[in-house]
């Protein structure tokens, strides 16, 4: 078990890691992923039950993440390559001609650790339902997790996956939202407002944890949580508050951070505020 | 010519009913998902033997693809169906990123496809699936002409590892494919062979197509007949082998040209062997109520109108 100040060490050098790979290539999205890097973090090197050496597809006998909202493939990517799926020196090519590392997630060229593209918004719940009645089908006891954006639940893709999970008691499945209330637009409440998210899960039959996304304490608690709740019945939905871009003071709860990458000089200045503390790639 | 007697009258969906039946009974790792119309695409036979592969999505086309897309890639062979109209063109992004691109095992049943669906009008007549599913990398496009084709055509998108679409319709229709008939994806079936002019047809148009050759014998013309189970991948040597020997092609659909059997027959002979080419389908426009027949009559899709367009097509040479 990694100590609450080693999975803070992790995620600061995931948040290096994200800066220097879309300032490298000048273009991605470093706001969500920055803000979602202590779940990532967590999720990778704490929560689920994983067996890295032996990578498969199919992910049977461990548990299973979905990327919904692809375009934070930075977070997704650094979290990966840190975890031993593929070498840390490849994060360099993200977004370049022949990448793996596509701009959006792909399994083009079959990067280990993802399962399966995501880019166009509120697919992966209804992907990772799937998966999860797979597991069913197999009498495999592991989970499937899901991450979502809070303005990717505009789709509405996704309230039929909600309504399908809820009424087919699909309780292996813990879904987390990203609930920073940004998009590219504004303020999810100024774009089309989310209202109450927590009564609207409970109305689908959900059961529900809450948790702060920034507090690596606090995100192991309500994952921790998040599985305890799962196999009672019903799916589970982890809303998380984060801000975007948190980490970096000047990116942090500011939406136009969404999909624009630091030039030279925001990067240093990111950077400066990040320690190096697992060696940059 | 070669005859095929008409072994019956049966609709394609129920081969297709059967054939997933069978591919069920083949392999355990087969599931099936369907939108609220499960006795309407035939997923009946399959619920009642193994009702717990069957996953009932409700009126949710969306999710049902990415649900099927997530149970492929964890190992299964899942076959999602709606009518053809909503099972492709209503999720054409589900489809493009969760089963082309992620090049998951998803099998797509477009049931109701075509003009002949008849009275549910234009809305359900889906008159340009093939040309979507034709255009996305890694998908292959299935269109099989009768009943015992399309059971052979299920169970073999089922034996294949890929995303598959496959097409087929409500009305009964004759059947005249053996049974035994051999099914290759890809593998085009000369059904009569001819000298004068080459009829490529698919999906319910093959049967028009070799009554089409009858009339053309009885009038001295020799019609080769080449049945397109597959319209991608398309069997270009099969086509330019017999276009080599007629000089001259009637492509024949019941789908736009545009984006049909008969645009993908036009690229292959413009790149290898230009020669003259007439169509037989839909042109640039919707369908409309009416029964089955009477549709494909007003919209040029009968054996006579393929009998004409040979003789416009040979008169070009």
């Not at chain 1, 890691?17 to 300032?23: E, G, K, L, P, Y």
């Not at chain 2, 999906?203 to 014998?217: D, F, N, P, S, T």
């Amino acid at each position: 078990m990694a100590t609450i100040t080693e999975l803070e060490n992790i995620s600061t050098q995931v948040r290096r890691d994200i800066i220097r790979m879309v300032n490298g290539v000048s273009s991605g999205h470093p706001g969500g992923s920055l803000g979602c890097a202590d779940v990532m973090t967590a999720l990778y090197f704490e929560v689920m039950d994983l067996d890295t050496a032996n990578y498969k597809r199919d992910g049977k006998g461990e548990d299973m993440f979905f990327l919904s909202n692809g375009h934070i493939s930075p977070v997704l990517y650094s979290v990966l390559a840190r975890r031993g799926y593929f070498l840390v020196s490849e994060l360099a090519t993200f977004r370049k001609l022949g990448t793996r590392l596509q701009g959006h997630p792909s399994v083009h060229d079959e990067l280990p650790g993802v399962r399966q593209a995501s880019g166009s918004l509120g697919q992966g719940l209804s992907v990772g339902i799937g998966a999860a009645l797979a597991k069913k089908f197999d009498s495999c006891d592991k989970l499937v997790y899901t991450l979502h954006g809070d303005g990717e639940l505009q789709e509405g893709q996704i309230w039929e996956a909600i309504m399908f999970a809820g009424a087919n008691k699909v309780d292996n499945l813990i879904s987390i939202i990203d609930v920073n209330g940004l998009q590219i637009d504004g303020s999810t409440d100024q774009v089309c407002s989310l209202g109450n998210l927590r009564a609207k899960f409970e109305a689908f039959d959900w059961s529900i944890v809450e948790m702060n996304g920034n507090d690596m304490t606090d995100v192991i608690r309500g994952l921790n949580q998040a599985k305890a709740q799962a196999k009672q019945g019903k799916p589970v939905v982890v809303l998380m508050q984060t801000q975007m871009g948190f980490g970096v003071d000047f990116m942090q709860n500011k939406n136009k951070w969404h999909g624009t990458a630091p030039n030279d000089e925001q990067a240093a200045q990111a950077l400066a505020q990040l320690k190096e503390t697992l060696g940059d790639y | 010519m070669k005859e095929y007697p008409q072994l019956g009258s049966k609709d394609t969906r129920s081969g297709f009913g059967e054939g997933l039946l069978e591919a069920g009974k083949r392999n355990e790792n087969v599931v099936a998902l369907c939108a609220d119309l499960i006795g309407s695409v035939r997923m009946d036979l399959f619920q009642e033997a193994f009702p717990e592969r069957m996953i009932e999505c409700g009126i949710a086309e969306s999710n049902m693809i990415g649900i099927a897309a997530g149970l492929a890639l964890s190992g299964k062979v899942a076959f999602a169906s709606s009518f053809a109209a909503f099972a492709t063109g209503r999720v054409y992004d589900q489809i493009r990123q969760a089963v082309a691109y992620s090049n998951t095992n998803v099998k797509i049943a477009g049931s109701h496809a075509g003009i002949t669906l008849g009275e549910d009008g234009a809305t359900h007549q889906i008159l340009e699936d093939i040309g979507m599913m034709k255009m996305l990398p890694n998908m292959v496009v299935l269109n099989p002409c009768d009943h015992n084709q399309t059971k052979a055509a299920t169970i073999a998108a089922a034996e294949y590892d890929g995303p598959v679409y496959i097409r087929y319709g409500r009305p009964k229709v004759p059947v005249f494919i053996p049974e035994d008939m051999p099914f290759e994806i890809g593998k085009a079936l000369v059904l009569n062979e001819g000298t004068d002019v080459t009829l490529v047809a698919t999906g319910h148009l093959v049967w028009e197509a070799l009554q089409a050759a009858k009339i053309l014998e009885e009038e001295g013309i020799s019609a080769e007949v080449i049945d397109i189970h597959t319209i991608k991948p398309l069997d270009n040597e099969a086509i330019l082998k017999s276009v080599a020997k007629t000089n001259c092609l009637v492509g024949c659909e019941e789908h736009q040209y545009n984006g049909g059997l008969n645009e993908s027959l036009a690229q292959l002979l413009v790149r290898n062997n230009p020669k003259p080419m007439e169509f037989i389908g839909i042109d640039d426009s919707f369908g409309e109520s009416g029964t089955p027949d009477a549709l494909m009559e007003k919209y040029g899709l009968k054996a006579q109108n393929i009998v004409e367009a040979a003789k416009r097509v040979i008169a070009r040479k």
